[in-house]
């Protein structure tokens, strides 16, 4: 009898496949909005990276392409910040804003083919056929407030205003048929049950369970002291709501410090045996309200570099960037999990 991992036989999962064929730990790519401003995008805007898919769609796919060089195995796509109500704001219909979420799936996969067109058939190419993986950021990501760093919603946000927040997102992009569903910065159990922090996990769990999604998908948090999660939850409590649900292949941390990381991997390793993710920002904080990245003793590539197999050996399944990473990061991390494979 096969074992079984993550609630899917050996091998069935797309996910542990990947991780599988990159000798027991893939690379994502890293920051998205970091390097789309690099290449002149402007997006101080509600929609952050979202609005390329409007505005700049052609830099959307040199970022992917830029990450799969580097040596991505995972591409994570450009609708972190893009949600039907955020569209309609801007005053596109429905329909509009739909086409704007399935165009985040496609351009990445455009992408991914496009460069596995070119690198799959030479003999000796050290890549890995990579990974889509749609970005459905929270609803703080939504608001623009700062609040995925915080988790407070303030009043009336419950679970049932979270899940109808989520789930025709959720919906329009499964059909978009991505490889994976990243549920990204996730501040409380809401999102990830019923407190600020519990709804928005629950939120999500139930979504997967109530629209029998059938992609591989993962949950990330935020930490802002390395010990909870940003509502100040405790992640125990996360996980024993997580644990519980087979639609949910991993877990892990985006866009926290890279200082929490080893010890965060640690802690997720004795709360869960589901593999772990992790993508931590540079170690810049970012001020959501002053809308500005504040000075804080970052890591660079080197750090990266060096840490990368420790995290690794501690039990990350998957290691990439957040905010503040560039391709020259992912390449870092790529190289080094390689030389010490």
């Not at 690198?119 to 890549?127: A, D, E, H, R, W």
């Not at 990974?131 to 049932?160: F, H, M, P, R």
Request: charged share 25%.
């Amino acid at each position: 009898m096969k074992r079984k991992i993550m609630g899917f036989e050996k091998g069935a999962s797309l996910l542990e496949g990947l991780i599988e064929k990159a000798g027991g730990c893939a690379v994502m790519d890293g920051g998205f909005a970091t390097q789309l401003e690099r290449h002149g995008a402007s997006i101080n805007d509600p929609l952050w990276s979202a609005l390329c898919l409007i505005k700049d769609p052609h830099l959307i796919k040199q970022v992917h392409l830029e990450y799969l060089e580097a040596g991505a195995d995972i591409l994570v796509t450009s609708s972190y910040q893009a949600t039907i109500p955020g569209f309609l704001s801007r005053g596109l219909s429905l329909e509009e804003g739909e086409l704007l979420l399935k165009k985040s799936v496609k351009l990445a996969v455009e992408a991914r083919d496009k460069f596995w067109d070119g690198v799959g058939c030479v003999s000796g190419n050290s890549y890995n056929r990579a990974l889509v993986a749609a970005s459905i950021g929270s609803y703080g990501a939504y608001l623009a407030d700062g609040s995925e760093y915080s988790g407070c919603y303030g009043t009336g946000v419950n679970l049932d205003k979270l899940k109808d927040f989520h789930r025709r997102r959720l919906q329009v992009i499964v059909e978009a048929c991505p490889d994976l569903l990243a549920f990204e910065t996730i501040p409380n159990k809401l999102e990830a049950q019923c407190d600020s922090f519990r709804l928005q996990l629950q939120a999500c769990v139930e979504l997967l369970e109530e629209e029998n999604i059938q992609i591989p998908s993962w949950i990330c948090f935020g930490s802002v002291d390395g010990e909870n999660a940003p509502s100040g939850e405790s992640f125990k409590e996360c996980f024993e709501i997580l644990n519980k649900s087979k639609k949910v292949n991993a877990v892990g941390i985006n866009c926290a410090s890279p200082h929490f990381i080893e010890s965060l991997v640690c802690k997720f390793k004795e709360l869960t045996t589901k593999a772990i993710v992790v993508y931590p920002n540079s170690g810049a904080i970012w001020d959501g309200r002053a809308k500005k990245w504040l000075p804080s003793m970052c890591f660079g590539d080197e750090e990266f570099e060096l840490f990368a197999p420790r995290w690794r050996n501690q039990g990350a399944k998957v290691i990439g960037g957040c905010c503040r990473t560039t391709p020259s990061t992912i390449r870092a991390i790529s190289k080094a999990l390689k030389e010490t494979s």
